[in-house]
């Protein structure tokens, strides 16, 4: 059988990483709906989206901090644009998924499980910060639970159904893997699935090539042929994972929300240098990048003619 193509994603700003962590941060809709616009150029066929607050660059789930860069990254490309649902470690489901119920976008990512997701080890690394509330965010972080029950799982999978949302499920550990499979089974989602492996958040697995290898096994086991797969690997992992996942006929995500960093110890420039960067090394090594189009058709997605921006 011929090679799929690999689905580049760039997830463009995150939750996690604050504006005193790097100048290529985008946080204003100019800035988001810039890079996202360049990362699309470079070769991300998908867009995965959270918003900030344009003041300080705080994080924001409010649909209007959306609506200030969705029309014009629609406008600008053809890329498929994926709305988190995760958006805040803070904030009930409910909340979270106001975004996606506003713009009904082609895809939204969905967490698979509670657990500890913390990144407080960063604060170290920082003296000065450029707003008040960073400090206090990335050291209080040992103390979050980020909430994903069955509950709030079968919460957004039927508040989004008559939307035709195709989700990305994000997957950070084994377990996680086994709450889609019980999804599954109780009607909440159908084949083919689009399942995230994500290595290297502090409360997740680790960023081990024998991980990997470990949940691409687990998922062939509980899904057989009906899923499609990427891999993130945060921080340091992100190239040597995508690159690794790309050879086993995965496909990959980068973005200035898994990592700063374009090589060890050089922050990158922008979203687009990431994407850039990693569809060098995968055409290189004899795959092709998929357009976005080719994305649509791989993952079975609605169109980009029936979003809500």
């Known amino acids: 059988m011929a090679r799929e193509k690999v689905i580049i994603s760039c997830a463009v700003t995150g939750a996690i990483h604050t504006p005193t962590m790097s100048d290529a941060l985008p946080y204003t809709p100019d800035d988001i709906a810039a890079q996202s616009i360049a990362a699309a150029e470079a070769g991300a066929a998908i867009l995965h989206l959270h918003a900030r607050r344009p003041g300080d660059g705080g994080v924001s789930i409010d649909p209007d901090d959306f609506a200030a860069f969705l029309p014009r990254i629609k406008q600008a490309t053809n890329a498929v644009v994926n709305i988190s649902t995760g958006g805040s470690l803070l904030n009930a489901i409910e909340e ?4 996606a119920l506003r713009f009904s976008p082609e895809m939204c990512s969905l967490n698979m499980g509670s657990m500890n997701f913390s990144f407080h080890p960063l604060a170290k690394r920082y003296d ?22 069955f509950r709030d799982i079968g919460l957004v999978a039927t508040s989004l159904a008559p939307h035709n949302i195709k989700f990305e499920h994000e997957c ?105 960067k990693i569809r060098g090394i ?21 169109g980009g003619d029936k979003v809500n921006f």
């Open 128 to 149: 000065t910060w450029k707003f008040d509330w960073e400090k206090a965010y990335v050291e209080n972080s040992d103390s979050f639970i980020f909430r994903n029950t």
């Open 96 to 99: 979270r998924i106001a975004p």
């Open 172 to 276: 950070y550990d084994v377990g996680h893997l086994y709450n889609l499979r019980f999804c599954m089974d109780i009607g909440l989602f159908k084949a083919p699935i689009f399942i995230q492996f994500i290595f290297g958040i502090l409360g997740g697995i680790g960023p081990e090539v024998d991980n990997l290898i470990f949940m691409k096994r687990t998922a062939d086991r509980l899904f057989g042929t009906d899923y499609r797969w990427s891999v993130l690997g945060a921080g340091g992992a992100q190239m040597p994972l995508a690159t690794t996942a790309s050879q086993m006929g995965g496909n990959v995500r980068v973005g200035l929300e898994d990592s700063l960093f374009i090589s060890r110890g050089k922050l990158a420039g922008s979203n687009a240098q990431q994407v850039a």
């Open 282 to 302: 995968v055409e290189s090594l004899g795959a092709e990048v998929a357009t976005p189009d080719e994305a649509r058709d791989i993952l079975g997605l609605k």
